[in-house]
């Protein structure tokens, strides 16, 4: 065929049928494919040729063309297939990074945030008594710190601190690889501003969430601080345990002193805290805080920060953290103020100063007595806590111990727990019948009763017929305080008991008179307060005063109108009868020499809660002993331990003070307003504490002044409730049987 001349045979249509068979068609030879001749079409003399050992033509050029083709198109595709990974690899990244950053805050919210609050508690002496909140002190400029501290931190947590750009790969690689050596983790790989990023805006989760926010924003906070800011920023904001954040907080808690003035072995002590602050406290675990300052400083030494002589002479001395004074007994302080905060000035935003009327004397004197005294015999009584409570007659607290020991346990027995008073409530049953016309002198049958059911007795279950209220309260006989609540009624005691301080809910039962519903320690001894300063309610309190940090005030104590809720003339007669108490009831190893004292003292049901309430002019103070679980005591009586606590705590606290009377009545003279302080028991003629006695008449009573006083059974010399309080002291004041 030849290109471009037109073929002039005939064109011939394909026919079907019978007629239009394809057996004539044939293909010519230019339609054929050409191929490889057989063998058989190969004459012999090639075959031979071939066969005879000559060798073959070489490939053409074109053929190893394709050859070099086909090789570097493997090398290719593996450079194409990896930059297609590369690139998805690129992509995730980027996806990651804004994922992550989508779940910070707006980038304008990213500023360094304010410290939380610092709750500073003073005594009335000006000493800082303990911190709440972030315990944090004042940020120092890092060219205030002595070198070595700084470079401490930086020696054991950041080594390329200032070469890394926020994060540091070599030391995540060197931190995976000790990681997987220990199959655990072992090491971190967060540099200081990761740390730092960490601290000021991210939790403590362990979440791989976490760690890829805290690299984003430690390359922000590289982008926008100079290093030397953000290591000044993290020693003023790292946490130290013992809830000190900060170089300065942790070396006012740990050292005593400011870290201006901390030494090589201190600085060594603090930077290796920040591994694990709590375990490593030096106060808690000395030995490894101590162990942890070793290693910092001879990375300190492989660092050039220091020498190898340095590190030695430094090991060999190294330091020692402050031992903490006491049980931490102020803390249950501190709790009660931080509860009572919000309603004295709202939500605290800024750092404060807590002025109260803690006397901090009084206070290791009052956790000394309760922690000895249980010490001593709470295995033989099978008492595990205690609590006590002092305060002036105004109401002001000058010491308040919550329990044995607040890293025990934090839960204040003084301000929280609610138990049964037991006999420590009768003065208000006593008080409600002086109010109804009834005198000390007024006699009532000791005798076994019955109501609906209930047949309450007395401790030793022996009964004395005739006693007046004197006997039966220094006695705390249980049938005469049943007696006298039915006949003054039961909802008279209550309304008595809530206008002098008591708050809780009270029942109004029969029971009552036996102090069966629960109060806490803290109102009721502030409900004793008004025998003790002649009738005037008194409201417990501690914060007199708050001011910022730099002296604004916020609140002051307003001054208290102190209402009459008891009349002087019942204050004095229950000041008489509650010294018989100590003279010769229940609470006779409560003296304090040269003091007029009275009280009461209180055992509940089954020897649950053992109470003591005593109180002179100068302080008015309560002590309970029992246990959590309100499992019973071994036989611990009000009597007992409590009066020998409330008596070593009062003796101290009496030191050097001026001596006071107790009030009185303001009659004017007489029996009352001249009564001296009292002689000591041994002078006195006593009436033996749940013994038998003649039924009549009862046993002399050692009076108020110390002279002695019979009670009549004499039907012509019995006084009676008509005469009332004033017939009762015209009695006494003109001298009248």
């Excluded at 070198?147 to 030391?171: C, V, W």
């Excluded at 406290?281 to 002589?309: D, Q, S």
């Excluded at 003054?488 to 036996?514: D, F, I, M, Q």
């Amino acid at each position: 065929m030849v290109w471009g001349r037109r073929n002039k045979a005939p064109r011939q249509e394909p026919r079907f049928g019978v007629t239009g068979s394809l057996s004539d068609l044939r293909l010519t030879r230019e339609d054929r494919v050409a191929a490889a001749p057989s063998d058989d079409e190969v004459p012999v003399s090639k075959r031979k040729s071939a066969s005879s050992g000559k060798p073959k033509p070489k490939p053409s050029a074109t053929h190893k063309k394709k050859r070099s083709r086909s090789g570097r198109g493997l090398f290719g595709n593996m450079i194409y297939w990896t930059a297609v990974l590369g690139l998805w690899v690129a992509i995730a990244i980027v996806g990651v990074i804004v994922w992550v950053g989508a779940h910070l805050p707006p980038i304008q919210s990213l500023e360094v945030p304010k410290r939380p609050p610092t709750i500073q508690i003073a005594g009335m002496d000006g000493t800082i008594l303990a911190t709440r909140g972030e315990m944090a002190g004042t940020n120092i400029a890092l060219k205030d710190l002595p070198a070595h501290l700084p470079k401490a931190f930086i020696a054991i947590e950041d080594r390329r601190f200032y070469s890394h750009m926020g994060i540091d790969p070599m030391g995540i690689a060197r931190a995976v690889a000790a990681n997987v050596m220990h199959r655990g983790v072992s090491q971190g790989g967060s540099t200081l501003t990761q740390q730092l990023a960490k601290n000021l805006f991210l939790t403590q989760e362990r979440t791989m969430m976490r760690k890829l926010q805290e690299a984003e924003l430690a390359l922000w906070l590289e982008h926008k601080y100079s290093k030397a800011e953000i290591l000044e920023l993290y020693l003023n904001r790292v946490y130290f345990g013992s809830g000190a954040y900060g170089v300065e907080a942790a070396a006012q808690k740990y050292f005593g002193k400011s870290a201006r003035a901390v030494t090589l072995a201190e600085s060594a002590m603090l930077a290796g805290l920040v591994k694990s602050p709590s375990r490593l406290a030096p106060n808690r675990n000395p030995e490894g805080a101590e162990r942890r300052a070793r290693t910092v400083l001879r990375a300190m030494a492989e660092a050039g920060f220091i020498t190898e002589a340095q590190a030695k002479a430094t090991i060999a001395n190294p330091a020692y953290a402050m031992k903490p004074a006491g049980a931490g007994t102020i803390n249950y302080v501190a709790d009660w103020i931080v509860d009572v905060l919000d309603d004295l000035v709202g939500q605290v935003e800024q750092n404060i100063v807590v002025e109260t009327s803690i006397d901090p004397k009084l206070q290791s004197v009052a956790e000394a007595a309760i922690i000895d005294e249980l010490a001593a015999k709470s295995v033989k009584f099978k008492v595990t806590q205690g609590a006590l409570v002092a305060m002036t007659p105004r109401g002001a607290v000058r010491a308040l111990v919550g329990g044995r020991n607040y890293a025990d346990s934090q839960f204040n027995r003084a301000v929280t727990a609610k138990r049964q008073p037991g006999s420590a409530f009768k003065p208000f049953v006593y008080l409600t019948a002086i109010e109804n016309g009834l005198t000390p002198d007024t006699l009532r049958q000791d005798a076994p009763i019955n109501v609906k059911g209930w047949t309450p007795e007395n401790y030793t279950k022996e009964y004395f017929g005739p006693v007046t209220l004197t006997q039966a309260l220094a006695m705390s006989l249980n049938t005469v305080a049943v007696r006298l609540g039915l006949e003054v009624g039961a909802k008279n005691v209550v309304r008595t008991a809530h206008r002098l301080g008591v708050a809780s809910k009270l029942e109004p039962n029969a029971s009552l008179a036996l102090g069966t519903s629960e109060v806490t320690l803290l109102e009721l001894v502030g409900a004793y307060a008004p025998f003790a300063n002649g009738g005037l309610s008194a409201t417990p309190h501690v914060v007199e005063r708050i001011r910022t940090a730099e002296g604004k005030t916020l609140y002051k104590r307003p001054a208290e109108l102190f209402g009459q809720v008891v009349d002087t003339r019942a204050v004095g007669m229950m000041n008489a009868m509650m010294q018989e108490t100590l003279l010769s009831g229940t609470a006779r190893k409560g003296e304090i020499p040269g003091w007029q004292a009275a009280g009461k003292t209180g055992t509940s049901q089954d020897f649950r809660d053992a109470w003591f309430i005593g109180y002179t002019a100068n302080l008015v103070t309560g002590v309970w002993l029992g246990n959590d679980d309100n499992s019973p005591t071994k036989k611990a009586t009000g009597g007992g331990l409590p009066v020998e606590v409330w008596t070593r705590f009062m003796r101290a606290a009496h030191q050097g003070v001026p001596v006071a009377a107790l009030p009185a009545s303001n009659t004017g003279g007489g029996w009352f307003t001249a009564a001296p302080a009292a002689p000591p028991p041994s002078q006195q003629q006593q009436l033996p504490v749940q013994t038998a006695v003649p039924m009549s008449p009862p046993p002399p009573m050692a009076s108020g002044n110390g002279g002695a006083r019979t009670a009549s059974t004499q039907g012509s010399q019995r006084p009676v409730a008509e005469l009332g309080i004033d017939g009762w002291l015209m009695d006494r004041l003109l001298g009248r049987p």
